[in-house]
């Protein structure tokens, strides 16, 4: 399951006289999911052949300098410059680390200006099934950035009001969802998804087949097998003795 992590310009601006950059709306993304994010610049007067960019950047929230238009390889994250239009900048394998707000600046010869951003990341690992008990299952997700929840499905039925929800919190601010389904059906397949609000989507799921447990069965009827047939022996030898 993939998701576009480039969410192209949008009215997020700043301008000062006649000189303005747009950025890249807030983008939420997966880690490892590269996120591009562009700063262009636009003028009221359209005078292009005057204008002279001095200064362009992106800098994160800490004021760490990620790139410019005259070092576009300061950082880890590749920049690519086009003389007086834009400065792109590509976060090929975003992380934790990486979340934040972005700013891009401007100084030109027609003023200076800014504009800023947000990259919000979710890295929850993958559903995993950690239990079944007779009628109950249940699903975990770990390390999950956002306060998602778990939903249960059986088809397109939600089953999720019938489900339980544990979420556990971390000191370095991630998330643990535990839930359990109850009242489950032998032979039918159920489905346990992730659904993060930020980004009105569900981001991982897994299906799970309910299966009867029958080796207890097998066992139990294999003892009693086995004990039938030695009363049957028993018996015959004492006939034969007689």
Request: glycine share 4%; hydrophobic share 35%.
């Amino acid at each position: 399951m993939q998701y576009s992590a480039f969410l192209f310009i949008s009215s997020i601006s700043a301008a000062v006289g006649m000189v303005s950059v747009l950025v890249t709306k807030p983008v939420i993304s997966h880690c490892h999911q590269a996120i591009t994010l562009h700063c262009n610049i636009s003028l009221s007067d359209g005078k292009d052949r005057e204008f002279q960019v001095t200064h362009l950047s992106w800098i994160k929230e800490s004021n760490k300098t990620i790139c410019s238009e005259s070092n576009t390889a300061i950082s880890f994250f590749p920049c690519q410059y086009m003389a007086n239009k834009q400065l792109v900048l590509t976060i090929a394998y975003p992380k934790p680390d990486d979340i934040g707000r972005y700013i891009c600046k401007l100084r030109s010869s027609h003023g200076h200006t800014s504009a800023d951003t947000n990259v919000t990341l979710e890295c929850p690992q993958m559903i995993v099934q950690i239990h079944e008990d007779g009628k109950r299952v249940t699903c975990k997700v770990e390390r999950s950035n956002h306060d998602g929840r778990i939903h249960w499905f059986h088809g397109t039925v939600n089953l999720t009001s019938q489900s339980t929800q544990d979420i556990h919190s971390a000191t370095n601010g991630s998330y643990t969802l535990i839930s359990s389904l109850n009242d489950t059906s032998n032979w039918k397949t159920y489905n346990c998804s992730y659904w993060v609000p930020q980004t009105g989507q569900y981001i991982t799921s897994k299906n799970i087949v309910m299966e009867h447990n029958t080796q207890s069965n097998t066992q139990s009827f294999s003892s009693d097998r086995r004990t039938g047939l030695v009363f049957c022996l028993c018996l015959l030898w004492m006939l034969i003795l007689q």
